[in-house]
């Protein structure tokens, strides 16, 4: 689960901050590779914050990017049953409602922070 203890929808596939759903990592990559992926994304993040002028921002943001691909995060979904991505979307509004509508206030309350 992700650091905050956010709540998870029950297939894994995301879990709930801000009152939106983000996609989370691919649970078939190999310990190595999410490390190294991970290690990646951080030095990325650093790099958009510390960058000097607008063509460095770009480019960090660029690696940002290609880290969160390479953890499935971004760009194609990483499951095989067809279900379309609904990253970003409020969970209330997408297939997930139900499971949303039962969560306890508490954890809900988890999801929009």
Do not use: C, H, I
Request: overall charge positive.
């Amino acid at each position: 689960m992700p650091r905050k203890d956010y709540p998870e929808t029950p297939d894994g596939r995301y879990f709930v901050a801000k009152g939106r759903l983000w996609r989370k990592t691919d649970p078939r990559l190999g310990e190595s590779e999410r490390r190294a992926a991970v290690k990646d994304l951080m030095q990325a993040r650093r790099a958009v914050g510390t960058a000097e002028t607008d063509a460095a921002r770009q480019e960090a943001r660029q690696a940002v990017d290609a880290a969160k691909r390479r953890l499935g995060e971004r760009g194609p979904v990483w499951w095989e049953d067809g279900a379309p991505d609904e990253t970003r979307r409020a969970p209330w509004n997408t297939r997930y409602a139900g499971w949303w509508g039962a969560l306890d206030t508490s954890v809900k309350d988890r999801g929009n922070s």
